[in-house]
């Protein structure tokens, strides 16, 4: 089984700061990154995804990936208190098809 | 539809019955996957299907699940002779493209999940 680990937190932030959350994988024939947010009780949404070494941009979010040292992470600049969820980690493995493989989650907690 | 429906929402079942949770994947969407996600876990995976055949069932815990999509569209995940453990909440998600690309098109999109309670 491929494995994806995550650090389960809370990581804590104050507002406007910049959180650091970060996913190593166990393969290095892993094909694609993706990073969902998951608020308590409701179902992941995607915020990204990834394939390129290097860093990608969407708005506040950054996700950083380097296949080389099996690590990708997501970076969230100028955190709001609505950031606050649970942030997912999953990755699609070469040749084994569209399934994704989930880390255990990130919890982040901005504070006011 | 919108979006991927599942249903129901909420199932409280005895131990020992028979459950069928279902799922409506966003229209024209071909893969179509079942997760299992616990409390404080990231989701896990069970099943996916390509069109109306399982492409991947390797995550199913054991022969008390079963799922089918008979007409490649609506999918029933089935549950035999529940456990106690079996209780979590059942997460179904699909997509446009089979697997293989490295497309954003192949971003998987949740339902809601149906939560099973097995008392």
């Known amino acids: 089984q491929k494995e994806v680990e995550q650090n389960s937190g809370p990581l804590s932030v104050p507002e406007g700061a910049i959180a650091s959350l970060n996913c190593t994988y166990s393969?290095?024939?892993?094909?694609?990154f993706f990073w969902y947010r998951q608020y308590s009780g409701k179902s992941p949404e995607l915020i990204m995804f990834?394939?390129?070494?290097g860093d990608k941009e969407d708005g506040r979010f950054t996700a950083q990936l380097n296949k080389a040292s099996q690590y990708v992470s997501l970076l969230i600049r100028d955190s709001q208190p609505s950031d606050s969820a649970t942030y997912l980690c999953?990755?699609?493995?070469?040749?084994?098809?569209?399934?994704?493989?989930f880390g255990q989650g990130t919890e982040l907690s901005v504070k006011p | 539809g919108a979006g991927v429906s599942q249903t129901p929402s909420n199932k409280v079942t005895e131990k020992g019955k028979y459950v069928e949770l279902r799922c409506d994947p966003i229209?024209?969407?071909?893969?179509l996957y079942w997760y299992r996600q616990s409390l404080g876990q990231g989701p896990e995976f069970l099943i996916y299907?390509?069109?109306?055949?399982?492409?991947?069932d390797s995550g199913l815990p054991n022969d008390r699940f079963f799922a089918v999509r008979p007409e490649g569209s609506v999918s029933t995940l089935k549950i035999q002779r529940t456990e106690r453990g079996d209780s979590a909440v059942y997460l179904c998600?699909?997509?446009?493209?089979?697997?293989?690309?490295?497309?954003?098109?192949?971003?998987?999109?949740f339902g809601a999940g149906s939560r099973l309670t097995v008392l």
């Open positions: 998600a699909s997509s446009s493209l089979p697997g293989h690309q490295t497309s954003g098109a192949n971003v998987l999109t």
């Open positions: 393969d290095r024939g892993s094909q694609s």
């Open positions: 990834i394939y390129s070494n």
């Open positions: 999953a990755v699609k493995f070469y040749n084994q098809g569209g399934k994704l493989i």
């Open positions: 229209s024209g969407h071909t893969a």
């Open positions: 299907f390509q069109g109306t055949g399982a492409a991947d």
